[in-house]
């Protein structure tokens, strides 16, 4: 579980890099970091109620972050830090098939960014990829 609480410490505060521009060696530093911490995490030792917890977690860390985005910069900075979170919830919707829970709210949360922004052609550009991604992971 240490692994767990790590993954989600990292990926809080890779959050937290907003206006980090590409070019920031120390900010695309943790973004790889925080990306292979969620990669190594070892879903055999959650076993299915701690897969459970983990996929309330991750969406509600991913609801957040996705609530938040106000701009192009802060769309950029989302979908870099939450991709590899989207591609855990994958992981662990394959892992728990028909005991995989719904993650509250991520619709209505992926239907108002659609909203928002559907005006915004250089925003959605960078949002549509995990949006997708999103959509798939609901389907």
Do not use: H, R, W, Y
């Not at 790889?32 to 701690?50: I, M, Y």
């Not at 900075?77 to 709210?105: F, R, S």
């Amino acid at each position: 579980m240490k692994k767990t609480s790590t993954s989600l410490l990292l990926l809080a505060a890779l959050a937290l890099l907003p206006g980090c521009s590409e070019g920031d060696v120390k900010a695309s530093e943790l973004i790889e970091s925080g990306k292979k911490a969620v990669q190594d995490l070892n879903l055999d030792e959650l076993g299915v109620d701690g897969m459970v917890a983990k996929v309330g977690d991750l969406g509600d860390s991913l609801k957040s972050k996705l609530e938040g985005i106000q701009d192009k910069a802060g769309a950029i900075d989302v979908a870099e830090t939450m991709g590899p979170v989207v591609e855990q919830l994958n992981k662990l919707k394959k892992a728990l098939g028909d005991k995989m829970p719904t993650i509250e709210g991520l619709n209505g949360v992926v239907t108002n960014l659609k909203d928002k922004f559907s005006g915004d052609e250089s925003v959605m550009k960078v949002l549509q990829p995990l949006l997708d991604k999103l959509k798939n992971l609901m389907a």
